[in-house]
């Protein structure tokens, strides 16, 4: 787990910044990482599965702590490569109040699916917050994420940030339209040079 993440926001540079959550799978000890964040890494903030929080959150309503810590904004989830979140709208809908940071899994750098989690995340749901990019990301991945609605990377512990953080700088036209903005006109692009 990466102590610092890339974040990208949609109108402004990216940076470095700090890695608050931890990233939990959902095994083991029933919800041991919600009731005793990881404060050894510096994690007080946790992402539960998407399938975890759709079969327990409503079970697990009255458990205090949880509902703490949801209102002080520590739990997130992440979402599967293979979560079928349309199946899940209202689930999401009431998440958009809830959830300030939602990630979506890669869980081979070759599988796209979480890209098009992220765009419906964007173009279907509105969602506004902070949207991740976890698991098997690549340095090679981060424009396409970029582009589709990921303003978060957590790269795998083997990539460079430092090379990351270039990734953003290398293309100043862009010739498709994109979450973050419209593509660049090539008219204007020739009268400009």
Same mark, same amino acid.
């Given at each position: 787990m990466n102590k610092q993440i890339i974040r990208f926001p949609k109108d402004?540079?990216?940076?470095l910044a700090v890695n608050e959550w931890q990233v939990w799978d959902g095994e083991g000890d029933e919800g041991a990482p919600l009731q005793s964040p990881n404060q050894e890494h510096g994690f007080n903030k946790v992402l539960v599965p998407f399938h975890w929080?759709?079969?327990h959150y409503n079970a697990d309503?009255?458990?205090?702590?949880?509902?703490?810590?949801?209102?002080?904004?520590?739990i997130g989830v992440w979402?599967?490569? /293979?979560?079928?979140?349309?199946?899940?709208?209202?689930i999401i809908e009431?998440?958009?109040?809830?959830?300030?940071? #939602?990630? %979506?899994?890669?869980?081979?750098?070759? /599988?796209g699916r979480s890209f098009s989690t992220v765009a419906l995340l964007r173009?279907?749901?509105?969602?506004?917050?902070? #949207?991740? %990019?976890i698991g098997d990301v690549l340095i090679d991945q981060l424009l396409q994420g970029a582009r589709v609605g990921f303003d978060a990377f957590e790269l795998r512990p083997d990539q460079d940030l430092a090379i990351g953080l270039q990734q953003f700088?290398?293309?100043s036209v862009t010739t498709q339209n994109s979450w973050r903005k419209k593509r660049t006109s090539l008219q204007r692009t020739l009268l400009e040079a």
């Open positions: 402004g540079q990216a940076s929080w759709c079969s309503h009255k458990n205090t702590d949880i509902i703490e810590r949801v209102k002080q904004g520590e979402f599967a490569a /293979d979560d079928d979140i349309l199946k899940h709208a209202e009431a998440g958009k109040i809830l959830w300030p940071v #939602v990630a %979506a899994h890669f869980p081979i750098f070759r /599988d173009q279907r749901f509105y969602w506004e917050n902070e #949207v991740r %990019a700088d290398l293309f």
